[in-house]
């Protein structure tokens, strides 16, 4: 009798925590009632009046930049890389006729959407010297450092502009704590930034799906969808917000069936390749051939010369894993150490080494750039995955258990690869 009554505890508690989280319902109905967003329906509006006022005057620098904004607003919601590079040409052209902050800052930004951090860091290196703009100056300097993995530097900056009633500092904060493995407090930092946000919907929605992309990789996932499915009720093209649904059917739910709908919904509105990337990941444990028809596709659209360094990673990811291409990724590493040497990208880079065989060399990046360093969960997986090729089965198994801390952030195959090591 005890033994049937712990078996029905066990399988109650089984079945709690398997219970779906994403509503087939909520999808259907985001899916069918489509509309798209007041944000996103001002911004249109926004660059059809700009774009009029450059051409009846193409001099006048002030609708210049305005239809440089514009355009960078609607990269923000489709992900269209002609928008983003249109931007880029317009503010560089402006800021080589003037010299003045504004339009060197937003330039810099443009160029770090384009992971052109060193090209960034030094236009922002030029207002500091203007000494004006002194906190959005410094905080740049705080994303240019980071990104490119300065993090005494980029913590620095932040420990002297320490305001905690602001939405970027907040927002940075949550970032910094994140890097140093503080997951808790960097959720708390990014809900603060949300609080900050004051009537700016896109910052709120920003930092909110932010703080649910935390949530994922802290194992919280129906804290997660809820703040998704407030930044969709909130904005409608918070195509972001859609793909974290997306993943949360995937990989908790295992409805591939309902993810699949919602990143197919999403390819059809963005024009960026994340969608593919999902779609192949969906697709990877059950029809290989699907999920390499995804993978090459991402590719042919991630490698063009537009994209830069933008999508190096899931290059990489996929290289390694669905198409068996060790060459390319191994290039595609070395091209990102060129344009930043980070403790992910130095992981990337052994890995790409230790699956072209060269484990010496392998072994003595991890050494020199790699250990001791926080890590997410790919990374720890792929270092995990290497140690054990190498033989050193303690360091593989600390590396494996690490990683499934943050298991949700793994793929399916990845998950189940995973569980068959440890």
Known sequence: MKFLFYCLVLFAA??????????????????????????????EKDLEFWKSRVDKRPGDVVS??????????????????????KADSIMTAIVGLYHDPGPSLSLAGYKMLQHQFSNARAYIGTVAEMNTEKYATQMMLFDADFEMGDIYHASLILRNNNLPNEYGFNFRQSKL???????????????????????????????????ADLYVHDGELEKAAAL???????????????????????????????????????????KSPDPLLKLSQVAELNNSSLAKKYAVQFIEQATHPAYGNMYNKYLIQLYTEILDNPAAALETAQKEIHNRSTSQTCVWLAWCLFKNGKEKEAYRVYEEHVSGKALEALELYWMGKMMKGLGKGYNAEQFFKAAEKNKYDLSLSERKDLEENL
């Not at 999808?27 to 009632?33: E, G, I, Q, Y």
């Not at 972001?240 to 309902?258: A, C, P, R």
Request: hydrophobic share 40%.
């Open 64 to 85: 210049l930049q305005k239809y440089a904004s514009a355009l960078a607003s609607r990269f923000h919601v489709y992900g269209d890389i002609n928008d983003l590079k």
């Open 177 to 211: 704590d994140h890097n140093m493995g503080e997951l808790k407090a960097s959720i708390q930092h990014m809900l603060r930034a949300a609080e900050l946000s004051g009537s700016s919907a896109y910052l709120r929605t920003a930092a909110l799906s932010n703080a």
């Open 228 to 270: 998704y499915k407030q930044c969709i009720q909130h904005n409608s093209c918070d195509f972001h917000s859609m793909m974290g649904l997306g993943w949360i059917s995937l990989v908790h739910d295992k409805n591939e069936k309902l993810a699949n709908e919602i990143f197919s919904f999403v390819k059809t509105k963005m």
């Open 14 to 43: 089984f079945s709690c925590n398997n219970k779906p989280i994403v509503s087939k319902v909520f999808v259907d109905s985001l899916v069918t009632h489509y509309t798209a967003s007041s944000f996103a329906v001002t911004i």
